[in-house]
């Protein structure tokens, strides 16, 4: 009842035709892209490759802009599309292009990134067990597309201006565009259950993946204003610091009318930790701040599971103790039959049988099992998940390097994360996902011999000695 009340409140709330509101967003988006106080002029013309990408992770593939919303069939997920293949494919050659014009040595990258090579090892050597092994191929290429297009950003010269101008560029399409979709375009925007109850959706396909999309946005431009607030007498800051605020205001309201729990408790532990460090305390000794995720999510782990106070904590978001179902599908899952030292092979858990095996006790249309371990698990077994655990560890072993200085991009990649731990415990993010995408712009190490036009490594992960360190200018 209440989600209706909100769809007649968003109703009542037209005061424009849908097309004139169409033909203002674009004026809108043109005019913030041009116009960005925060515009970098240092970074090069690729990085649209990896925004591209990241907008179709973030929101819907192309085939299903044209097609629409449409619920995804074993078949659909074996066969894959044309046109999104394609398209991939595209931005993966372009990629390509961009790191050899750039001289990229794969070879020390490899090796600075051990645990992230041992991963995708493994996960390729898993199409030789699957039942499907083109399949696991298939999907294997286009998500190591995922980390191609990542090291564009991060091959930059000046990788904190890239990381930056990525993500506004991303933020400024999909927020405004959202808020489109459900307030002009309900087709688009706004999907049904089977009793006719609305879910908001925005460009998303569900209302968690909008809500993740929020939980990203509100991070970015919240950690954005953090950085740049010592400053905020200069003119520049200033207005830069007030487009953040709009847009991150436009965030809330989304993630608002998304009703996604999970989100709701992962934006504020994001904001949270990038809020204490920038406090004094903690930037006397940053090693507190380096323990401080980690303790918190095992506290989380051992009130929840060890002590059996889930349900509680799911009761106090306004959640039942079954998680939205969540429960029975992760039941249905491990009742499937897998291998569980090596997994059903590369992403392929959910085709054949065992698809029909969780639709007969869950309905159809699942098709993730709604926790990023466990679907690592189905696919990749214990030796999988012990090899993303890994690389989770070493990587913020290497986020640690950047706090040790806090710098900017080590704030982000902590608070990256943290939201990754937390999101993964009701969410399938450690795999093709937005949340993983851009956690791995703070987890992934390119030194910066790696970078173009680069000629020193510097360890904190930012723009080097040719700029003053942020840490020695942040006080609140």
Request: aromatic share 14%; hydrophobic share 50%; with cysteine.
């Amino acid at each position: 009842m209440a989600a209706g009340s909100d769809l007649c409140k968003l109703d009542r709330a037209h005061t424009m035709p849908p097309s004139v509101a169409l033909f203002l967003w674009f004026i809108f988006l043109v005019a913030v892209f041009h116009f960005d106080p925060a515009k970098e002029r240092r970074v090069s013309v690729a990085l649209w490759v990896p925004v591209i990408w990241m907008v179709i992770t973030g929101s819907r593939l192309p085939s299903q802009w044209i097609g629409g919303h449409g619920t995804i069939a074993g078949n659909a997920l074996e066969e894959g599309n044309s046109l999104d293949r394609t398209i991939y494919s595209v931005l993966i050659i372009l990629a390509v292009i961009v790191l050899v014009s750039r001289s990229f040595k794969w070879g020390k990258f490899l090796r600075r990134n051990s645990a992230l090579t041992a991963l995708l090892g493994f996960a390729l050597l898993s199409v030789l067990w699957s039942d499907y092994p083109f399949v696991a191929l298939k999907h294997w290429f286009r998500d190591f597309g995922e980390y191609v297009v990542i090291l564009v950003v991060l091959s930059e010269p000046q990788p904190l201006d890239a990381v930056r101008t990525v993500l506004r560029r991303l933020f400024f399409l999909l927020i405004p565009l959202s808020i489109l979709l459900i307030k002009y375009y309900p087709a688009f925007g706004v999907l049904y259950s089977y009793w006719g109850t609305p879910e908001y959706v925005g460009v998303a396909t569900s209302k968690n993946t909008l809500g993740s999309l929020c939980v990203l946005s509100g991070l970015v431009f919240f950690w954005d204003i953090a950085t740049r607030w010592p400053d905020r007498k200069e003119m520049r800051t200033k207005q830069i610091i007030l487009v953040n605020m709009a847009f991150f205001a436009m965030t809330i309201w989304l993630l608002s009318v998304s009703r996604s729990a999970t989100s709701r408790i992962c934006l504020p532990l994001g904001c949270a930790l990038i809020t204490a460090a920038h406090i004094e305390a903690f930037r006397r000794h940053p090693g507190f701040l380096r323990l401080l995720s980690p303790t918190v999510y095992l506290l989380y782990l051992i009130l929840a599971f060890g002590f059996g106070m889930s349900g509680d904590f799911a009761g106090a978001v306004g959640r039942d103790p079954t998680f939205t179902g969540r429960t029975v599908i992760w039941n249905a899952v491990l009742s499937a039959k897998t291998n569980p030292l090596l997994g059903t092979g590369y992403e392929t858990f959910w085709l054949g049988p065992r698809l029909l095996h969780v639709w007969a006790q869950t309905g159809a249309g699942i098709n993730e099992a709604h926790n990023g371990y466990l679907d690592v698990y189905l696919n990749l077994g214990l030796v999988g998940l012990l090899l993303v655990v890994g690389f989770l560890i070493a990587s913020y072993r290497n986020i640690c390097s950047g706090l040790k200085v806090l710098s900017s991009l080590g704030i982000f990649g902590a608070a990256t994360w943290t939201i990754i731990l937390f999101a993964s415990t009701t969410e399938a993010v450690l795999k093709n996902s937005l949340p993983w995408m851009i956690f791995l712009l703070g987890a992934v190490v390119v030194p910066r011999g790696l970078r173009s036009g680069a000629r020193a490594y510097d360890f904190s992960g930012e723009n080097g000695a040719s700029r003053p360190r942020e840490s020695q200018r942040w006080r609140l």
